[in-house]
């Protein structure tokens, strides 16, 4: 059974730092593109990072400077280390793997394997 399995998250204050881990396992990941969104309550789900499995990554303007994803292919895991965090960075974040996201790595679509989810909170 394929399973991705996100933990990390929590209540942080504003500017405050969370680090997310997303496990895979039932399959090698390390040829996939791993993904990470985000869903606040009445939104829909935002991308907000990936890493291909040639290291190329991609994050939303919202986050980039402050968000860094990386991924471990040895251990079937990708991270999502969150700095800076803000109020509006509240939501359920989620883990996903895409085998073929060419052209389309923001799309949810686009992804194969989701985790449950991890509900990160930030207070002002």
């Known amino acids: 059974q394929v399973q991705l399995v996100e933990s990390g998250g929590g209540l942080v204050q504003a500017g405050g730092s969370l680090r997310l881990s997303c496990a895979g396992s039932g399959r090698d990941f390390s040829g996939y593109t791993m993904g990470w969104f985000r869903q606040a309550p009445g939104k829909e789900r935002e991308f907000v990072a990936a890493?291909?499995?040639?290291?190329?990554?991609s994050y939303t303007d919202s986050v980039k400077g402050r968000f860094t994803i990386s991924s471990n292919n040895a251990e079937n895991t990708a991270y999502l280390q969150m700095n800076s965090l803000k109020p509006e960075d509240t939501a359920v974040y989620l883990c996903?793997?895409?085998?073929?996201?060419?052209?389309?790595?923001?799309?949810?679509?686009?992804?194969?394997?989701w985790g449950q989810g991890t509900q990160v909170t930030v207070s002002s």
């Open positions: 996903a793997a895409g085998g073929n996201t060419q052209g389309v790595l923001r799309n949810p679509r686009a992804y194969d394997y």
């Open positions: 890493i291909r499995w040639s290291g190329i990554i």
